[in-house]
């Protein structure tokens, strides 16, 4: 009974020590796990991609002066990346078909860093601009710290402060929510507006 007793905090001891083992292991792995997550697959400079829809005509092209892609989250980061897009050219969007009969207005949206994640949202980031290509459009350039565009519906949105600039006037405010294919842009909150150049024709 003694040797008995002399053994059991021994084997005790030994099953502990596995234990313990086992959740270091586990632990090491998921460490291990978290930090080849935490990279990225794929990496590149200067990078330009283009989309074009099944008739062959271009929509959307993003350049950027480096890239990244982590499969983790199918999230790409982009550090100053410049976006060309044409809604109304784009098959993906939910509204294409009311999009037909519209000028093929295309934006440059640019930023100093963005992500375009696998739901194709893209989300820009510091000295956003948005500019249209069309000179007769009623907004000609929007300002803002961060912005988010998504694709599959058009719809663009931010909580941050906007600016946004016509041919006759400059509008202020937060909470913007809009679509770039219909030009249609509205502030929510601490609206702000101021009007010029426009000439009496009497």
């Not at 099944?54 to 990244?68: N, V």
């Not at 007769?136 to 961060?146: A, M, Q, V, W």
Request: aromatic share 10%.
């Amino acid at each position: 009974m003694h040797h008995l007793l002399k053994i059991i905090p021994l084997v005790v001891l030994l099953i502990a020590s596995y234990y313990f083992y086992d959740w270091v292991n586990i632990q090491e792995k998921t460490e291990l796990t978290q930090l080849i997550e935490a990279q990225p697959v794929f990496t590149a400079k200067n990078i330009n991609t283009r989309q074009f829809n099944p008739d062959g005509r271009l929509y959307q092209s993003i350049f950027a002066r480096e890239a990244e892609y982590y499969q983790s989250i199918e999230q790409t980061n982009f550090v100053s990346p410049v976006v060309l897009y044409t809604p109304t050219l784009d098959t993906k969007n939910k509204d294409v078909s009311h999009l037909a009969d519209k000028v093929s207005e295309e934006w440059l949206i640019q930023a100093d860093s963005g992500t375009v994640s696998v739901d194709n949202l893209i989300t820009l980031r510091d000295n956003v601009i948005v500019k249209s290509s069309n000179e007769n459009s009623p907004i000609r350039e929007l300002k803002t710290s961060y912005l988010e565009i998504d694709i599959g519906t058009d719809e663009i949105r931010t909580p941050a402060e906007v600016t946004l600039k016509g041919k006759h006037f400059t509008n202020s405010g937060r909470n913007l929510k809009g679509l770039l294919s219909e030009k249609y842009f509205e502030l929510s909150e601490d609206c702000h507006a101021t009007y010029t150049g426009f000439k009496n024709d009497n």
